[in-house]
């Protein structure tokens, strides 16, 4: 589903002191697959993660998701392509303060233009897969980190994507909802989605379901 082909990341590429956050990165990943992306702070996890999500450009180097070139994308299509294909969750979360649980979860559904029936039904279904569907209408500052957490999975997962990204998911919770977060995955892992987690946390050493660990050091994938 994912070929990435000998990709190098170069920040400040015109300046006197470029960097080379990632180096002659190659690899494969099958549909349905769970892969924990480690290695210490620093060693390139995020720059992989948003090269995969197209939210940035390699300096080098090709990225092909579902036969889709997406790093070549304009700006405009790579939007879409996130719109549609991936569901994205962040350490910090990244929610609407302000707003309502439903709120936060129906705004990827607003570009759809699906009738309000059709968007809030979807909603219902991934605050239930979540397990916040009982605080839909609360704001977000009333909620706990772990409720924040599983507001963000529900946001992730109401566009249907194939693909769920996640970095440092964990990096925020107790043990308790970490597990729970884990449980999450692997209902989703069952559902036929492939994931990719960035993370330090030793609680994705011992998974509920099959999966594969890179690991990354300076910019290379240094053990499979
Ligand atoms: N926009 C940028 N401009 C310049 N350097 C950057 C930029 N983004 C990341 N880097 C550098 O690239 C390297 C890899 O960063 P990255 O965020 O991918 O690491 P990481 O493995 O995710 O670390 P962490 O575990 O701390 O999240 C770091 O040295 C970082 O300082
Ligand atoms: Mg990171």
Same mark, same amino acid.
């Given at each position: ?41 620093? #060693? =390139? ?6 090269? %995969? *999500? ?8 090709? /990225?092909?998701? !579902? ?76 909620? #706990? =980190? ?6 963000? %999975? *529900? ?8 693909? /769920?990204?996640? !970095? ?57």
């Amino acid at each position: 589903m994912i070929e990435i082909e000998n990709i190098h990341k170069i920040f400040n590429e015109k300046s006197s002191e470029p960097f080379e956050a990632l180096k002659s990165i190659t690899l494969h990943i099958a549909k349905n697959e769970a892969i924990i992306l480690s290695g210490v702070s620093g #060693s =390139g996890k995020s720059t992989l993660l948003s090269l %995969i *999500a197209s939210l940035d450009k390699p300096s080098s180097g090709k /990225i092909v998701v !579902d036969g889709e070139l997406i790093s070549k994308l304009p700006d405009l299509h790579a939007s879409h392509y996130r719109a549609k294909s991936i569901g994205f969750i962040f350490q910090h979360f990244n929610l609407l303060e302000a707003l309502s649980v439903e709120e936060n979860i129906i705004a990827p559904l607003i570009p759809s233009r699906l009738d309000i029936i059709t968007i809030k039904k979807q909603a219902q279904e991934s605050m239930q897969r979540a397990g916040i569907a009982h605080k839909a209408s609360q704001t977000i500052r009333e909620l #706990s =980190g772990g409720e924040k957490q599983r507001c963000a %999975i *529900a946001r992730a997962l109401v566009t249907d994507p194939k693909l /769920i990204i996640c !970095d440092e998911p964990t990096a925020n919770l107790d043990k308790a909802n970490s597990l729970k977060f884990i449980e999450i995955l692997s209902t989703l892992k069952a559902l036929g989605k492939t994931i990719i987690v960035a993370t330090h946390d030793p609680i994705f050493d011992t998974l509920p379901f099959e999966s594969r660990l890179i690991k990354m050091e300076d910019g290379r994938i240094v053990d499979e």
